[in-house]
């Protein structure tokens, strides 16, 4: 009687089986597919709705030079004539584009596609 308590002890106690290992890990690995892309896209429309603000803040600068300097719609502003009067510093995109100021008739434009007003 002893002897089948002892045994049955320790089968309980031998732990997790290789196959139930592989699920969890096969689980976990569904789960990060899912995830890991869906990161992903939140991360890259976190960055063009981050370059657009940016964008918006360059136009409204250009807006106040040219009424403060009086000049038409074919008047170019340059970074130096924006900051630190109009615009605290010059922004930068965080995709890692540049920005083109143009023109007062053309708005503020980014070199990565899709960011734009």
């Known amino acids: 009687m ?9 089968r309980r106690e031998r732990g997790f089986t290789l196959v139930e ?4 890990v096969l ?19 976190s960055r063009a709705n981050a370059c657009r603000s940016n964008l918006r803040q360059i136009q409204a600068a250009k807006e106040q ?8 719609p074919t008047a170019t502003p ?8 109009f615009i605290q510093q010059q922004p ?8 083109t100021i143009g023109n007062m ?4 434009s980014c070199s990565i596609t899709g960011h734009s007003l």
Do not use: K
Not at 2 to 10: E, K, P, V
Not at 65 to 72: E, F, K, L, R, V
Not at 78 to 85: A, I, R, T
């Open 2 to 10: 002893m002897m089948r308590n002892l045994m049955s002890h320790r």
């Open 105 to 108: 008739s053309t708005n503020p």
């Open 27 to 45: 689980i976990i690995g569904i789960l990060l597919a899912i995830a890991v892309p869906s990161f992903m896209n939140a991360r890259e429309r």
């Open 78 to 85: 340059d970074w130096s004539d924006l900051v630190p009067n």
């Open 92 to 99: 930068s995109c965080p995709s890692g584009g540049t920005y």
């Open 65 to 72: 030079w040219a009424m403060a300097n009086n000049q038409g």
């Open 21 to 24: 290992i592989m699920i969890v």
